[in-house]
C-alpha cells in the first residue's frame, strides 16, 4: 500500500457508506470516552474493546490488518511495560517479580487507552478516503485554506515522495552503500534537491492555475453531502454507549 | 525514535490541559494561516500544498542509527529555515493533522498538544535560534550550515520540554520526581536533535547553494562566495 494513500480499505460495508463527518465526530466522542473511563474498571475497557471489535467486524476489517496496523504505538507500549519497574510506591508480587503497584496502574492505563484510541482512528482510516475525510471536515467547518493546502498536499505527496526513493535507487545503482552516520551527507543534499524541486513545481502549478483564473479561492462549490438525522443516530449509538459506561463506572467507584 | 515522547496518544495528558492546549494551538494555527496569507496571498495554498509534501517526503526518509533503531525527522526546524515560521508551521501541522486522522499515529484528544509542540514550539524557537545566529555567524555556507545545526537541536529539545510542561500540567504523578524525568526525556532529545541537526543542516546549505532565494532565513540575500573560488580563478 501507498503510504500516502492513507489506510483506506475499500468496501461497501454501512460504515464504508456512513458520512465521513458523522464519522469523524463520532471517533472524538469516543476517544474522549475511552479517556475518561476510569482506570480501575479494567472490564469496562473489555466491553470497549468488544464495540470496536463489533464494528471492525461490520466493516469486514481482518484482525491481522488492525493488529500489524496498531504496531504505530509500540514506542508507548515499550513505556507502559517500563512503568511497573520505574515508579516508586507499594510493591505487589506477581510470580517472581516484584512491582510497583502505582506503576501497574499507569502502565496498564496507557496501554489499554492508547490501544484503543488507535484501534478507533483506524476504524475511522480504514473505512473513508481520504477525499472523504476532507470532504467531512469541510462540513463540519474546518478553515477552508487549510483543507485546501491539505488537499494539495496529499495530491503531491505521491510524486515527491516517488521522487525520494527515485533518488535512493539512483544513488544505490551508482554504488552508494548507505549505512549507519556516513549516509547523512548524502541524504541531506537529496533533501534540499527534493525540496527546490518541490517548490519549483509548486510556482508552475501556481502560474497555471492562474492562467486559468485562479484567485486564492477554488471556483467550484461542490459541497460535500450532509448527513441525516438517521445516520447520527445510528452513528452515535456506539459512542453513547462507551460514554455511558464511563460515566456509570466513574459514578460506581 | 525522534517522536518517541511526542505522538501523544490517548489519555497521557488530562482532559483540562488537552482542551487547553487544543485552543492554543486553533489561535496559534489561526494567526500562522493570516500571516502567512499576507506574504503569499493567492500563491499560499499550492506553495503551502507542496511544501507540506516535501515535509512528508522528508519524514518518510527513514535512516537507520544503529541496529533496529531509525528515525525521521521532525522537520519543524527545515520548516521554519525554508519557508519561515509561519508558513513553516502551518505545513507541519498539516503533516501532524494527517498522521493523526489518515495514519492513526498520535490521538485526536491530542492533537492539540501535539500540534503546539511539534508545530508551533519547534518552527518559532528554531526561527529565533536562526535569526539571532544569523546575525553573529558570517553569512557563508559554514556560518548558515551552523545556525541551522544550532537551531534544529534548539528546536527539538524545546518540543519535548513543551511535552514536559504538558505533563507538568496534566499527567499523572507517577512518583517519580519530575525533575528525573525531565532530565531524561530533554537529555534523550539532545541527542535526537543531533540527528535532526546534522539532515537539516545538510539540506538546507544545499539548497542556499543553489537557491539562495528559496531559503527564507536568508531574506533574498545569497551566501558570500567562500574563498575555495580561487580555485576557479586559477
Redesign the interface.
Known amino acids: 500500500m501507498n ?2 494513500d ?2 483506506h480499505r475499500p468496501g461497501d460495508s454501512p460504515l464504508h457508506r456512513l458520512r465521513p463527518q458523522v464519522k ?1 465526530v463520532g ?2 466522542a469516543f ?2 470516552a ?3 473511563t476510569p482506570r480501575e474498571a479494567v472490564w469496562a475497557f473489555g466491553v470497549h474493546a468488544l464495540l470496536l471489535a463489533a464494528l471492525f467486524a461490520v466493516a469486514r476489517v481482518p484482525a491481522g490488518w488492525v493488529l500489524t ?1 496498531s504496531l ?2 509500540s ?2 507500549l515499550v513505556l507502559a511495560l517500563a ?1 511497573p519497574f ?4 507499594p510493591a505487589v508480587h506477581l510470580g517472581v517479580l516484584t512491582v ?1 503497584e ?2 501497574l496502574w ?1 502502565g496498564w ?2 496501554l489499554a ?2 490501544t ?3 484501534w478507533a ?2 476504524l ?2 480504514a473505512t473513508t478516503p ?1 477525499a472523504g ?1 476532507l470532504a467531512g471536515l469541510s462540513r463540519l467547518r474546518f ?1 477552508e ?2 483543507l ?10 505521491h ?3 516517488a ?2 526513493t527515485q533518488m535512493r535507487l539512483a544513488r544505490l545503482a551508482r554504488g552508494d552503500d ?4 556516513w ?3 548524502a ?3 537529496s ?6 524541486r ?2 519549483e ?3 508552475r ?2 502560474q497555471a ?2 492562467a486559468r483564473g ?3 479561492r477554488l471556483p467550484l462549490e461542490i459541497g460535500p453531502a450532509p448527513a441525516s438525522a438517521r445516520q447520527w443516530t445510528a452513528a452515535m449509538a456506539v459512542p453513547a454507549a462507551a460514554a455511558a459506561l464511563a460515566a456509570w463506572t466513574a459514578a460506581a467507584l | 525514535m525522534d517522536d518517541l515522547a511526542l505522538h501523544i496518544p490517548t489519555d497521557v495528558i488530562d482532559g483540562p490541559t488537552s482542551l487547553g492546549f487544543a485552543l492554543l494551538a486553533v489561535l496559534g494555527v489561526g494567526w500562522c494561516t493570516v500571516a502567512a496569507r499576507r506574504g503569499l496571498d493567492e500563491r499560499l495554498v499550492p506553495l503551502a500544498g507542496l511544501a507540506t509534501a516535501f515535509i512528508f517526503a522528508a519524514q518518510m526518509l527513514n535512516f537507520p542509527i544503529a541496529a533496529g533503531v531509525s528515525g525521521h525527522l521532525l522537520g519543524g526546524a527545515l520548516a521554519a529555515a525554508l519557508l519561515g515560521p509561519w508558513l513553516g508551521a502551518l505545513c507541519v501541522t498539516v503533516v501532524i493533522a494527517i498522521q493523526a486522522l489518515l495514519f492513526a499515529d498520535g490521538a485526536v484528544t491530542a492533537l492539540g498538544l501535539n500540534v503546539v509542540n511539534m508545530a508551533l514550539i519547534a518552527t518559532f524557537t528554531a526561527s529565533g535560534v536562526l535569526a539571532l545566529a544569523l546575525k553573529v555567524l558570517p553569512r557563508t555556507r559554514w556560518g548558515l550550515g551552523a545556525a541551522v545545526f544550532a537551531a534544529a537541536i534548539v528546536s527539538v529539545v524545546a518540543a519535548s520540554a513543551g511535552f514536559v510542561l504538558q505533563f507538568w500540567l496534566g499527567g499523572e504523578a507517577v512518583g517519580q520526581s519530575l525533575g528525573a524525568m525531565t532530565a531524561a526525556i530533554l537529555g534523550t532529545h539532545v541527542l535526537v536533535g543531533i540527528g535532526e541537526a546534522v539532515i537539516t543542516a545538510g539540506a538546507v546549505t544545499a539548497v542556499a547553494v543553489a537557491r539562495p532565494d528559496l531559503v527564507h532565513a536568508l531574506r533574498g540575500t545569497p551566501l558570500a562566495r567562500p574563498a575555495t573560488t580561487l580555485k576557479d580563478a586559477a
Open positions: 503510504a500516502v492513507g489506510l469523524i471517533l472524538v476517544t474522549c475511552i479517556a475518561a496496523r504505530v504505538e514506542p508507548f512503568f520505574m515508579v516508586e510506591g510497583s502505582p506503576g499507569a492505563n496507557l487507552k492508547a484503543l484510541g488507535v482512528a483506524l475511522l482510516a481520504v475525510v478553515p485554506i487549510l485546501q493546502i491539505t488537499a494539495f498536499a496529499i495530491r503531491y505527496a510524486l515527491t515522495v521522487e525520494v548507505p549505512r549507519f552516520l549516509q547523512a551527507g541524504l541531506a543534499r533533501l534540499g534537491t527534493v525540496f527546490i518541490s517548490f513545481r509548486g510556482e502549478v501556481w492555475m492562474a485562479y484567485t486564492g
